[in-house]
């Protein structure tokens, strides 16, 4: 067996108070897209704090409905061990659940504020996706959210660093760097969707539905890889299921409201 030793997940502590690699690096993800969101959101003018109320709101509802995703299809797990739900420092946080939580919040402020909850939506996206490409670097660090058994020339022969490969060394076995292949892809989608916004084709809400569809397309595959994908039943996976309803009712939602437009006359 060779002696490797992983990343410490503990950036540092203070007294008794451990900070997590894991944390900074998902609120690092959040801050940034927090400040790509408030800059796309001056310049179409929208009053400057939107977002800094909305996230007020969504940040905390949505973190909670990641962790309530996750711990209701754990539930077996967690039924025996209470004391561990809120121990989301180890992880165990779903981005679908994040993702209905935050869209959800995002409706309702909309409604309250007198805003287009579309034109939030497609503010939002590039913020989401790029949020999500470095969020994946907190599963680094916990040597989570990778795939199944390869061998090390395997890695070796993707190209990646020394610090990659031997991260993915876990229990004497080299594994998937799937957290990688899913934070290149959203990386991409991050560049499309900064692209697409320019695109004077696509109406409000789009820019939102083509980050679902490119999302969900991703990591409907990538899920695939895992090992350690939440399951529905002995082959069926979570993700796999949420992605692939996510897909299609996106595609279905740009069809009808197209669809709607051109029958109302508008387009």
Do not use: C
């Amino acid at each position: 067996m060779e002696n490797i030793q992983p990343l410490n997940r503990v950036a540092f502590e203070i007294g008794t108070f451990t900070v997590y690699w894991y944390g900074i690096i998902i609120g690092a993800g959040l801050l940034l897209g927090w400040i790509l969101a408030t800059k796309e959101s001056k310049r179409q003018g929208l009053p400057k704090d939107t977002f800094s109320d909305l996230l007020l709101w969504a940040i905390p509802i949505s973190i909670l409905s990641a962790r309530l995703y996750y711990v209701l299809f754990k539930w077996e797990y967690y039924s025996e061990n209470p004391g561990d739900i809120i121990a989301i420092w180890e992880g165990g946080i779903a981005i679908h659940g994040a993702i209905i939580g935050g869209a959800l919040t995002a409706w309702f402020f909309a409604k309250k504020k007198g805003l287009s909850f579309w034109q939030l939506a497609d503010i939002a996206a590039p913020s989401l996706i790029l949020g999500q490409a470095i969020g994946r670097w907190g599963n680094f660090m916990n040597q989570e959210a990778h795939g199944g058994k390869v061998t090390r020339d395997f890695l070796e022969n993707l190209n990646l660093p020394d610090i990659i490969i031997n991260q993915m060394y876990i229990d004497g076995t080299y594994y998937h760097p799937t957290f990688l292949y899913e934070s290149l892809w959203n990386i991409l989608g991050f560049t499309l969707l900064i692209v697409a916004r320019r695109i004077v084709f696509l109406k409000k809400g789009e820019l939102f539905l083509v980050y679902i569809m490119w999302y969900s397309f991703g990591r409907f595959f990538i899920e695939g890889l895992r090992t350690d994908s939440l399951m529905l039943t002995t082959n069926l996976r979570v993700a796999q299921v949420i992605s692939l309803i996510f897909f299609i009712s996106a595609v279905l939602l740009i069809w009808y409201r197209r669809r709607k437009a051109y029958k109302s006359g508008i387009m």
